[in-house]
Structure formats: C-alpha cells, structure tokens
C-alpha cells in the first residue's frame, strides 16, 4: 500500500466525469487499499478516486460507525429522505468548511470488492459522506453548493478525532 497524493481544488481532474468500473482489476484493488490509507493518513472520513487523479467511479469511507469502510463502486443513490444543513469540508480544500444542505437519510447501491450489488443506508453524517463522494464522482465540489462563503477550521478543531471518534464536525470529505 501506499499513499497517494491528494488534488487540490483547481486541478481539473476534480472537475471530470468518471467512467464506471467494468470488473475491477488488480491496479484498481491497489487503487482502493491506497485510496483507503491516504484517507487514515489525512484523517478524512471519505475520498474519492478523482480526489487521487483517477478518474473511475470508486469512493471510499469511514465514519466510524461499527460497519467499517465503505467501498463504494459505481454508487448510485437511490433515494433520499429529509433534509439537514450543516459543516462540511473535503480534503482537496483543506483547512476550509462550508455549510452545505443534504438529504438526512439515502439509499446507495453500489457493487462491492467481488462486484456483488449492495445497498447501504446512511442517515447524517454518513448520508453526507454518500452525497459529497458522489458528487465527486459527477465532477463536483461541495464548493459549489456551499451556503455562504467557506471559513477557516482550526487545525485544532480536526485533532478532536485523534480518538478515532468522528462527531460530524470538521470531517473532511
Ligand atoms: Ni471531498
């Protein structure tokens, strides 16, 4: 495994439609693991492939909730419900959040590492972790749906989850 370098917001790949993955192949297994340690590494809870340079329809996520990472292939959603409005930040704007509106619960197919289908419910901050990694997928930036200019997050801020623990704020997507 290894870490990949993480595109910031103005590299155009982050702005590209991804292609779907047919099968999975061995360099797209490498591709997830390195996607998941780069993630840890940089104490997101989500990243998305485009976020690594590659532009293939794969997201990774970890809330810390007891299902462990979600390895999301070809993800679709497939329902949404409610409605919440809270921080949000991404690890291609660092240091930055923004208050962004989502859907408070969604249903996600997307197919697994065997390329079996799935369905995955998230209800807030995992519902948002759907919707932003997603979004990344289509080519777009929570920047864009932003309510109101970005601000500043204390780095002190992000060290809270030291403790593996994720409370919703401050979690870069
Ligand atoms: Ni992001």
């Known amino acids: ?11 155009p790949v982050l702005t590209k439609e991804c292609k779907a993955v ?19 590494d940089a104490d997101g809870v989500g990243l998305a492939a485009p976020q690594v340079g590659v532009l293939r329809r794969i997201c990774v996520i970890d809330v810390g909730d007891e299902h462990g990472p979600y390895i999301l292939i070809n993800p679709k959603i497939i329902s949404k419900e409610g409605e919440q409005t809270g921080q949000e930040g991404c690890l291609s704007v660092p240091g930055k959040a923004g208050n962004v509106t989502r859907p408070m619960k969604v249903k996600v197919e997307a197919k697994d590492l065997d390329m079996n289908t799935q369905t995955y419910e998230g209800e807030g901050l995992l519902a948002r972790a759907f919707c932003h990694e997603i979004d990344h997928l289509d080519g777009h930036m929570y920047t864009e749906i932003a309510e109101g200019p970005l601000y500043e997050v204390r780095p002190e801020d992000e060290e809270d989850e030291e403790d593996g623990s994720n409370n919703g704020n401050g979690d870069d997507l």
């Not at 495994?1 to 590299?11: K, N, S, T």
């Not at 047919?22 to 840890?40: A, N």
């Open 22 to 40: 047919k099968d999975l192949t061995e360099r797209q297994k490498v591709l997830i693991e390195d996607m998941l340690e780069t993630m840890y």
């Open 1 to 11: 495994m290894a870490l990949r370098e993480i595109r910031l917001e103005g590299d």
